[in-house]
């Protein structure tokens, strides 16, 4: 009753009444508190529809689910890009517009990336970024009794002049050092390799030319009289941008970054040498790092996104699965020996690339994953629950039980639930997460290895180690679509970014079969590196990480076009 405390009597009667009809009057009434100003009631109104979201009848379940839907919170736009900026520039602000009912005016923000900042007041969201790294990939998140949404922001800023040595080799080449203006066209002023080049080069103009150089960077049209102006394409919205502080070349607009679309066929682009025997693999939200977890060598491997570069941090022992921190500032480690000793996770610095202390866990800590609310969640393989930790490790928040044996847990913030593949119950396990206690398990193909969610919440996809196969899961009604055919022992599963393919990564046959995330239909089969253990998707969507057991390495695939 707590969770709906608050509810006016005949709508709490009509809720629970045994007649179908009945419970479908009561959505109707708690989809007009929801849109209320009594935010106490309203929230608890929400609350009440997250259980009716798994109503035993399909047509209640369904109504409920999708008045949860149009009273979720949304940000308009969800994708901000603020170009290349001068490396004097000292902050940058754009606002995003926040729709869903007045209870969403209650939620929290959260950052992830460098120099990034937002404040939530009333409909508007407002993104500061300070420059302080060559490149910004990061996320806002806003979560509330709304649910949440995120805002990717991205950014990058202007390569550091050319040395001397290079300017007298542009002078030696007859470039007119006196020249009062120079023009650039460029194709996509987003590929930072060429971007890059052309403008060190009008640094360099600058240095010789004096101050009188202005340039600007186009899509083949000509550039305005003063400043860098990024045209728009219709009818991609924009967002102008104000330095906060006076910068010596202003930047009047920015362009919305394209939304990345995954294609049916990814391609293997080169593999990554790693240590010995990677199992887990998670890639950092801000986009830069990729974390491995080397079973054989007692290290987790630290990739650098963009130059392929490795660097290691010494565990205690073995690592298994890795997951990083809402903000990418943690990474965690779950680690055990073959005996079930040193059960336990490593909670390791992201930037000093060092452990800070080790936590204690049940026996085989298995896949962990970072809430939407950024705790940490444990399944305990040897023991049947999962426990739950602060968002920095720390203490712990909860246990549940669920069914043996789980192995992988993901999330679907939208339905406020949990999923959990339990490998020896042939099942997947649905956590409530407000209450924290098992809500339901679904029967899916034997011996789920891994679960995942898709980006908007709406599907779960499951592997089943032992059948061949994987499951797809409607996250509102849990009805199970499958078994879906696919390669030999799938170990591991993920979803594009754009929700609109999966990924079931096959140990037994070397391969990653790419599913149309709507039909289940297998779309393409890419074949990588020996015993195929794990998957993770770039922030961005462009690319996917593969982990190879037997060949030591990590394949790269690019998804995203």
Same mark, same amino acid.
């Given at each position: 009753?707590?969770?709906?405390?608050?509810?006016?009597?005949?709508?709490?009667?009509?809720?629970?009444?045994?007649?179908?009809?009945?419970?479908?009057?009561?959505?109707?009434?708690?989809?007009?508190?929801?849109?209320?100003?009594?935010?106490?009631?309203?929230a608890a109104a929400r609350r009440a529809l997250g259980r009716m979201a798994g109503d035993e009848s399909r047509a209640v379940a369904a109504a409920a689910?999708?008045?949860?839907?149009?009273?979720?919170?949304?940000?308009?736009?969800?994708?901000?890009?603020?170009?290349?900026?001068?490396?004097?520039?000292?902050?940058?602000?754009?606002?995003?517009?926040?729709?869903?009912?007045?209870l969403a005016a209650v939620s929290s923000v959260t950052t992830s990336g460098p120099g990034l900042d937002a404040t939530l007041d009333g409909d508007r969201?407002?993104?500061?970024?300070?420059?302080?790294?060559?490149?910004?990939?990061?996320?806002?998140?806003?979560?509330?009794?709304?649910?949440?949404?995120?805002?990717?922001?991205?950014?990058?800023?202007?390569?550091?002049?050319?040395?001397?040595?290079?300017?007298?080799?542009?002078?030696?080449?007859?470039?007119?050092?006196?020249?009062?203006?120079?023009?650039?066209?460029?194709?996509?002023?987003?590929?930072?390799?060429?971007?890059?080049?052309?403008?060190?080069?009008? *640094? =360099?103009? $600058?240095?010789?030319?004096?101050?009188? %150089?202005?340039?600007? +960077?186009?899509? !083949? /049209? #000509? @550039?305005?009289?003063?400043?860098?102006?990024?045209?728009?394409?219709?009818?991609?919205?924009?967002?102008?941008?104000?330095?906060?502080?006076?910068?010596?070349?202003?930047?009047?607009?920015?362009?919305?970054?394209?939304?990345?679309?995954?294609?049916?066929?990814?391609?293997?682009?080169?593999?990554?040498?790693?240590?010995?025997?990677?199992?887990?693999?998670?890639?950092?939200?801000?986009?830069?790092?990729?974390?491995?977890?080397?079973?054989?060598?007692?290290?987790?491997?630290?990739?650098?996104?963009?130059?392929?570069?490795?660097?290691?941090?010494?565990?205690?022992?073995?690592?298994?699965?890795?997951?990083?921190?809402?903000?990418?500032?943690?990474?965690?480690?779950?680690?055990?020996?073959?005996?079930?000793?040193?059960?336990? *996770? =490593?909670? $390791?610095?992201?930037?000093?690339?060092? %452990?800070?202390?080790? +936590?204690?866990? !049940? /026996? #085989? @800590?298995?896949?962990?994953?970072?809430?939407?609310?950024?705790?940490?969640?444990?399944?305990?393989?040897?023991?049947?629950?999962?426990?739950?930790?602060?968002?920095?490790?720390?203490?712990?928040?909860?246990?549940?039980?669920?069914?043996?044996?789980?192995?992988?847990?993901?999330?679907?913030?939208?339905?406020?639930?949990?999923?959990?593949?339990?490998?020896?119950?042939?099942?997947?396990?649905?956590?409530?997460?407000?209450?924290?206690?098992?809500?339901?398990?679904?029967?899916?193909?034997?011996?789920?290895?891994?679960?995942?969610?898709?980006?908007?919440?709406?599907?779960?996809?499951?592997?089943?180690?032992?059948?061949?196969?994987?499951?797809?899961?409607?996250?509102?009604?849990?009805?199970?679509?499958?078994?879906?055919?696919?390669?030999?022992?799938?170990?591991?599963?993920?979803?594009?970014?754009d929700g609109k393919h999966a990924y079931v990564v096959n140990e037994g046959d070397d391969t990653v079969s790419v599913l149309d995330a709507r039909t289940?239909?297998?779309?393409?089969?890419?074949?990588?590196?020996?015993?195929?253990?794990?998957?993770?998707?770039?922030?961005?969507?462009?690319?996917?990480?593969?982990?190879?057991?037997?060949?030591?390495?990590?394949?790269?695939?690019?998804?995203?076009?």
């Amino acid at each position: 009753m707590s969770e709906r405390s608050g509810l006016p009597p005949h709508v709490m009667s009509g809720i629970d009444s045994p007649i179908r009809e009945t419970r479908l009057k009561g959505v109707g009434e708690l989809a007009r508190v929801v849109v209320g100003a009594d935010l106490a009631m309203a929230a608890a109104a929400r609350r009440a529809l997250g259980r009716m979201a798994g109503d035993e009848s399909r047509a209640v379940a369904a109504a409920a689910a999708g008045m949860l839907e149009r009273t979720a919170i949304r940000l308009d736009p969800d994708r901000i890009d603020f170009g290349t900026v001068p490396r004097v520039t000292a902050q940058l602000t754009a606002d995003i517009a926040v729709h869903g009912p007045p209870l969403a005016a209650v939620s929290s923000v959260t950052t992830s990336g460098p120099g990034l900042d937002a404040t939530l007041d009333g409909d508007r969201l407002r993104i500061t970024w300070q420059p302080r790294s060559d490149w910004l990939d990061g996320t806002v998140t806003v979560h509330g009794p709304c649910g949440w949404a995120d805002v990717r922001v991205t950014g990058a800023i202007e390569p550091e002049p050319l040395t001397r040595m290079l300017i007298e080799e542009l002078a030696a080449a007859d470039i007119d050092p006196n020249a009062a203006r120079v023009t650039v066209l460029v194709s996509q002023p987003r590929r930072r390799a060429g971007a890059g080049a052309l403008i060190s080069v009008l *640094v =360099a103009l $600058v240095l010789l030319g004096g101050a009188g %150089v202005a340039f600007a +960077l186009t899509n !083949g /049209e #000509q @550039p305005p009289a003063q400043g860098i102006a990024l045209p728009v394409e219709s009818p991609t919205p924009t967002v102008t941008v104000a330095p906060t502080v006076k910068a010596t070349t202003a930047v009047p607009k920015v362009r919305l970054a394209r939304q990345v679309a995954s294609v049916d066929k990814p391609t293997a682009l080169r593999t990554i040498k790693v240590g010995r025997e990677p199992e887990g693999i998670a890639a950092a939200p801000d986009g830069r790092t990729v974390y491995v977890a080397n079973q054989g060598a007692r290290e987790l491997s630290v990739i650098d996104a963009r130059s392929g570069r490795v660097s290691t941090v010494k565990l205690r022992t073995t690592p298994r699965f890795v997951a990083v921190s809402r903000d990418s500032q943690l990474v965690f480690v779950s680690m055990y020996e073959n005996d079930k000793s040193g059960s336990g *996770v =490593a909670v $390791v610095d992201a930037a000093r690339r060092k %452990v800070t202390r080790n +936590l204690s866990t !049940g /026996e #085989q @800590p298995y896949t962990l994953a970072v809430g939407p609310d950024g705790r940490l969640w444990v399944p305990i393989h040897g023991k049947g629950r999962l426990e739950v930790y602060d968002a920095d490790g720390r203490s712990q928040h909860n246990e549940i039980e669920v069914p043996p044996n789980p192995h992988a847990i993901a999330f679907s913030a939208p339905r406020r639930r949990a999923f959990t593949a339990s490998h020896e119950s042939n099942a997947v396990g649905v956590v409530d997460t407000r209450t924290g206690k098992l809500y339901r398990s679904i029967p899916v193909s034997r011996a789920p290895h891994s679960v995942a969610v898709s980006p908007d919440g709406s599907k779960v996809l499951s592997a089943g180690y032992e059948a061949d196969s994987a499951d797809l899961i409607d996250a509102a009604t849990l009805k199970r679509t499958g078994p879906l055919k696919v390669g030999r022992d799938p170990q591991f599963v993920a979803f594009a970014r754009d929700g609109k393919h999966a990924y079931v990564v096959n140990e037994g046959d070397d391969t990653v079969s790419v599913l149309d995330a709507r039909t289940g239909r297998v779309t393409a089969t890419v074949k990588v590196g020996g015993s195929p253990r794990t998957v993770a998707v770039a922030p961005d969507g462009r690319l996917a990480y593969v982990t190879n057991g037997a060949d030591n390495t990590v394949s790269v695939l690019r998804i995203g076009a």
